[in-house]
């Protein structure tokens, strides 16, 4: 069974760092990107940072520069770590992956960060 296990949300004041972690399980295939995404209340989904098995990464223009991105091929986990964060950060994080065999767009539960004073 494909699971992917987030870690590592939580609440911070501004300024603030945060790590995340996310681990899978059961995949059985090779692992073309790895990311996040974020949602806040009342707004749709969107990219976050994402990094494909050749190294590539993506990042969302809100983010550039604050966060960064790696991956663990032979682990199969991708972190997140999130530094000078703001309120506006203040979101559901989901993990992505993307694999070669379907179902192929794999997410895992989320998890809440919440930054406030």
């Known amino acids: 069974q494909v699971q992917l296990v987030e870690s590592g949300g939580g609440l911070v004041q501004p300024g603030g760092s945060l790590r995340l972690s996310c681990a899978a399980s059961g995949i059985g295939s090779s692992i073309y990107v790895m990311g996040w995404y974020r949602q806040a209340p009342g707004k749709q989904r969107e990219l976050v940072a994402i990094m494909y098995n050749g190294g590539g990464i993506t990042y969302g223009d809100s983010v550039k520069g604050r966060f960064s991105i790696s991956r663990d091929n032979a682990r199969n986990t991708v972190s997140l770590q999130m530094n000078s964060l703001k309120v506006e950060d203040t979101a559901v994080y989901y993990c992505?992956?993307?694999?070669?065999?379907?179902?192929?767009?794999?997410w895992g539960q989320g998890t809440q960060v919440t930054v406030s004073s």
């Open positions: 992505y992956m993307l694999r070669s065999v379907g179902p192929a767009a794999l």
